[in-house]
């Protein structure tokens, strides 16, 4: 999206310092920044104004500025209060040159397949844009929309929270047309509290929903489903009982992990066979189906949109190695949720050995313990081995190891045929593991 950095400053109540510059576009980190772009320097643990000279270098065209921290470069700057507040503001009139067709999505798991889904789906009839990768918090969603192009028609942004009140500020800055929830589940506890707790976050996007809005929910979560009562919105509900209004039947797996399904909606049914991998992402596409349609997406183009949508990186890819090891990368979260349908993917390869090399679990509260011992349990039912990567709670039915090099050693008896999980919470970077496999 293209401002003059006056318009910058007056979005963002700011001050500009040197020439009106033509601006097209933000980034937030030097190394990616792109020439003709709003470096915006954010304070945490490293104060980004250390690197706007290496964004200079990149190319970026001006820059934020705390005010008081000018450095010494010849780029003009906008000095506010706070960076990371002008960003959120400079995505909200971002969004205010961008249509209506603007869809929110949240939810404890799925939503960043779902956010994948629908941008494919959408891609199908509109010039469409979509959050990268996870950005789903107070500076991924206004990046998404500042970056957004000119021309965009459709606008899919994903919405994470990590306490109450967070989404309602992500609304307040993308304000949503249609909202989707995929599911609602235990995790985040340590920050959340309860599960109801997450129910109530995750809720504040159909809450924010105008009254000529959508809301997405899914009719097999009833946490999800009573979201209902909490939108006065319009309601389309997904799932895989009979009573959705989007649902599927005849779900079936083909020999790397890609399901086909019979799909029912309010507009037509199809034959649909997704690129993406895993029984899981049936409930995803409904989601993206219910959203889509809805926007006026034709279900025949939904189908295409569908088999040819990408996900984002370390998400159920599947790779043979050299030595012929089935290698399924998960690595890059997990929850008991996302644990539990990644074993069930694992246990219906066509292999001979099933190894699941799996991390922690990060952020489950008081119920860390359990939800790993269950999760070593499901893996033994299912006649899968697990190696856990220094992550004790797994339990003594497990192979323990204390780090990545030991996990690749562990896994050398491997012969061709055999098939391997890798998966944990992010902070494991277990897709080391996965790299090292296939060399």
Known sequence: MQFRASEIAAAVNGRLVGDD???????????????????????????????????????????????GSLPHVSLPAITVTDTAAALADLGAA?????????????????????????????????????????????????????????????????????GIGHIDLLCSIARP??????????????????????????????????VDGLAVLNADDERVAAMAERTDAGVLTFGLGSTADVRA????????????????????DADIALGARGEHQVPNALAAVAAAGWLGVPVDRMADGLRGASLSGLRMDLVTSAAGVLVLNDAYNANPTSMAAA???????????????????????????????????QARDLGVEVIA?????????????????????????????DAV???????????????????
């Open 389 to 417: 990567v220094d992550a004790p709670d797994y339990g003594e039915s497990a192979r323990h190891v204390p780090d990545i090099d030991s996990a690749v050693a562990a896994l050398a008896d491997l012969e061709a045929g």
């Open 343 to 377: 074993l069930r993917s694992l246990a219906v390869l066509d292999a001979g050995r099933r190894v699941a090399v799996l991390g922690t679990m990060g952020e489950l509260g008081a119920g860390s313990a359990a939800a790993h011992l269950s999760v070593a349990e």
């Open 21 to 67: 510059v033509e601006i097209s576009g933000v980034g937030i980190d030097s190394r990616s920044v792109q020439a003709g772009q709003l470096f915006v320097p954010i304070v945490a643990a490293r104060d980004g104004h250390e690197f706007v000279s290496s964004a200079q270098s990149a190319g970026a065209a001006a820059y934020l500025s705390s005010e």
């Open 249 to 268: 039947s005849d779900v079936v797996l083909d020999d790397e992990l890609r399901a086909s399904f019979r799909l029912h909606t309010p507009w037509g």
């Open 421 to 439: 999980l890798v998966k944990a919470s992010r902070a494991a970077a277990l897709e080391r593991v996965a790299q090292a496999l296939l060399g």
């Open 94 to 162: 971002a969004r205010d040159r961008l249509p209506d067709r603007v869809v929110g999505v949240t939810g404890s798991v799925g939503k960043t397949s779902t956010k994948d889904l629908l941008a494919g789906a959408l891609a199908t009839t509109f010039r469409a844009t979509a959050s990268e990768k996870s950005f789903n918090n107070e500076l991924g969603l206004p990046l998404t929309l500042a970056n957004a192009p000119a021309d965009t028609e459709a606008v899919v942004v994903e919405m994470g929270a990590r």
């Open 177 to 210: 047309t249609v909202g989707v929830v995929t599911r609602v589940e235990g995790v985040h506890l340590e920050l959340f509290g309860d599960i109801d707790a997450v129910a109530r976050a995750k809720g504040e996007l159909v809450e924010a929903l105008p």
